[in-house]
């Protein structure tokens, strides 16, 4: 692998991006691979001409783009007008009717990155433009800390692109996260620890070998990339922003970036102002960022993950002081969940959507019914959920949870017989559902 030479070329005329920001001190940086201010230590965050977003950008434009999140390139931190894309994006938008009458609601909405592509998870959206933005620096070698799904992605997309990756992940992974990870003919280091470990490790590495990490040197232009899934939702519902969401948090950054991508849209007069309310969901095992919300505290104490999920499980959340901030303004809330229920959400959406989530998906829905069973989502509401991965990743979750197939010989008799005890089953289940 070849370490990575960093230029900073001249923007061209279509870019829109135009520094990079402190979100604290607002101290203004050029446009490199770096994600620290120097001066207080807080994140940069990438800063647009919006007045130039305005006179350029309407619903025509877009719309006339690929159906992909690059429809959306003025929003993103690129430049050049051929992008790495790989089809991600503009995912369903899937109208949850079953789901909503089990739970007593009227307008719910599934978005489905469980089907994004090409790795099944919305991290390909920030990868994508992560690795577009780390070609135009300059770099050649890729790199990632992740719980999983960053990896494949980060692994898939560098493959695409032809660029060198190495990738860092906790070694107890699942075992689907790790096979989609090497089909892609990486090099994998599995550390022995977990993940804010991982990401320490990487930080290192980061500063010693100058690679690409995409969620450390290059997380300012990576964390972007989910802005595309409140662009999306916008304009799936018509161009109208919906009453409220729920997403699950793991640094907190894919809270905060819908939120920023709802604002630019009313910024630049795509949608008309409205007050949406964010709610977000945590596993008990690894819940930071709902403690401080419970306890009303606008810090974050870490906490070392011990739950089945795995892929939200960061127990230094870079951004929990910024979703914490999120909830409150907007009236929301951030719960956290048991693995008990995260089990039962991923067969509550499976039995009523036909949609497999992994464990970061089940929390969000467990999250969803309990919030709505303690009154904090109106039945009235539009209620967006976001689903963030798929289940064939995270298969153990739920192995031993489901049932079994009914083995039977080749004769209808053995058929009948079996089919009389799956209705009795189906019985005894729906008594104890009752009582």
Known sequence: ????????????????????????????????????????????????????????????????????????????????????????????????????????LKKLFIKNDAVNMPTL?????????????????????????????LANSTAAIAAHAGLDCCVFIPADLEAG?????????????????????????????????????????????????????????????????????VAPLASGSLFSKIYKGFQEFIKVGLVEEKAVRFSGAQAEGCSPIAQAFREGRDFVTPVKPNTIAKSIAIGNPADGVYAVDIARKTNGNIESVNDAEIIEGIKLLAETEGIFTETAGGTTIAVLKKLVEAGKIDPEETTVTYITGNGLKTQEAVQGYIGEPLTIEPKLDSF????????????????????
């Not at 290059?218 to 919906?242: D, F, H």
Request: hydrophobic letters at 35%; one cysteine or more.
């Open 121 to 149: 998870s919305f991290k390909d959206r920030v990868v994508s433009v992560a690795l577009t933005r780390a070609r135009e620096l300059g770099f050649s070698t890729v790199s990632c800390a992740s719980t999983g799904n």
């Open 1 to 104: 692998m070849t370490q990575a030479i960093q230029t900073q070329t001249a923007l061209s005329s279509a870019a829109t991006f135009t520094a990079l920001k402190c979100k604290e001190c607002g101290e203004e940086y050029e446009l490199k691979a770096t994600h620290v201010c120097e001066f207080c230590f807080g994140p940069l965050e990438v800063t647009y001409d919006y007045s130039k977003l305005s006179q350029t950008v309407t619903r025509e434009t877009i719309q006339a783009g690929p159906n992909s999140i690059w429809r959306y390139r003025p929003f993103l931190p690129v430049e050049t007008d051929t992008p790495i894309d790989v089809g991600t994006g503009m995912t369903p938008l899937v109208q949850a009717n079953r789901l909503a009458r089990r739970l007593g």
């Open 177 to 245: 996260k790790i096979l989609g990870t090497l089909i892609y003919g990486p090099t994998v280091m599995a550390v022995q620890g977990n993940y804010d470990q991982v990401n320490r490790l990487c930080c290192e590495v980061a500063n010693s070998h100058g690679w690409g990490f995409v969620n450390i040197n290059l997380r300012p232009y990576y964390s972007e990339g989910s802005k595309t899934l409140g662009y999306e939702v916008a304009e799936q519902l018509g161009w109208q922003l919906p009453d409220h969401i």
């Open 416 to 435: 009948e017989r079996a089919l009389e005890r799956s209705h009795t089953l189906g019985r005894l289940e729906w008594q104890q559902v009752l009582v």
